[in-house]
């Protein structure tokens, strides 16, 4: 369902996409990108998104050493990767 209220467009956009997650399970991701004022930022962020957030989780988990990985807390990764994706 969309609406767009006075706008003659839509200017938002979703993601709903499965990607490779820890230890190589399939996660879900699901993000609405609000396009106040425009679609460009919002379509930008549809676009890069994912692959940004990949690249995060995986420069933090090199950070780890091999004793750090085997009592890894993967939320913890997943908020820090999604802060620094923001």
Same mark, same amino acid.
């Given at each position: 369902?969309?609406?767009? !209220?006075?706008?003659? $467009?839509?200017?938002?956009?979703?993601?709903?996409?499965?990607?490779? !997650?820890?230890?190589?399970?399939?996660?879900?991701?699901? =993000?609405?990108?609000? !396009?106040?004022?425009?679609?460009?930022? $919002?379509?930008?962020?549809?676009?890069?998104? =994912?692959?940004?957030? =990949?690249?995060?989780?995986?420069?933090?988990?090199?950070?780890? $050493?091999?004793?750090?990985?085997?009592?890894?807390?993967?939320?913890?990764?997943?908020?820090?990767?999604?802060?620094?994706?923001?």
């Amino acid at each position: 369902m969309e609406t767009q !209220g006075w706008r003659t $467009s839509m200017e938002d956009f979703m993601i709903l996409q499965k990607i490779k !997650g820890f230890n190589g399970d399939i996660d879900n991701l699901f =993000a609405i990108f609000d !396009g106040h004022g425009g679609y460009l930022v $919002s379509l930008f962020c549809k676009v890069v998104f =994912a692959d940004v957030l =990949a690249w995060n989780m995986k420069e933090e988990l090199e950070q780890k $050493s091999k004793d750090e990985m085997k009592n890894i807390d993967e939320a913890e990764i997943i908020k820090k990767s999604l802060m620094k994706t923001m």
